[in-house]
């Protein structure tokens, strides 16, 4: 199965920028759908940003024109590319994977996940 590991996780103020990094093992990277998830203390996980096998993005209203997803599928790697930072990005970001996702933006369409990574903003 799919092994996942984020790094790239920090703290920072309002207004700087984090790029983070998910390291994929285990299967065919370039056939995953891949997915940038968050989830806050009392919040339930939302789908941050995501990229189909074929290529197709999709974003959280609140992160269009300042988060970008991308991969390099030499290095089975996928990133999240964060500017503008608000505080209320403050969250531990999970990177997923799946075979085959609809949605992509959905919790439950992923079937693999990471640890997270922490990221927290101030204001």
């Known amino acids: 199965q799919v092994r996942l590991v984020e790094s790239g996780g920090g703290s920072v103020q309002a207004g700087g920028s984090l790029r983070l990094s998910c390291a994929a093992s285990g299967s065919t990277f370039n056939n995953y759908c891949m997915g940038w998830f968050r989830q806050a203390p009392g919040k339930e996980r939302e789908g941050v940003a995501a990229i189909d096998s074929d290529g197709f993005l999709s974003y959280i209203d609140s992160v269009k024109g300042r988060f970008t997803i991308s991969k390099d599928n030499a290095k089975n790697t996928l990133f999240l590319q964060m500017n503008s930072l608000k505080p209320e990005d403050t969250a531990m970001y999970y990177c997923?994977?799946?075979?085959?996702?609809?949605?992509?933006?959905?919790?439950?369409?992923?079937?693999?996940w990471g640890q997270g990574t922490q990221v927290t903003v101030s204001s």
């Open positions: 997923a994977a799946d075979p085959d996702v609809l949605d992509g933006l959905g919790t439950v369409e992923y079937r693999y």
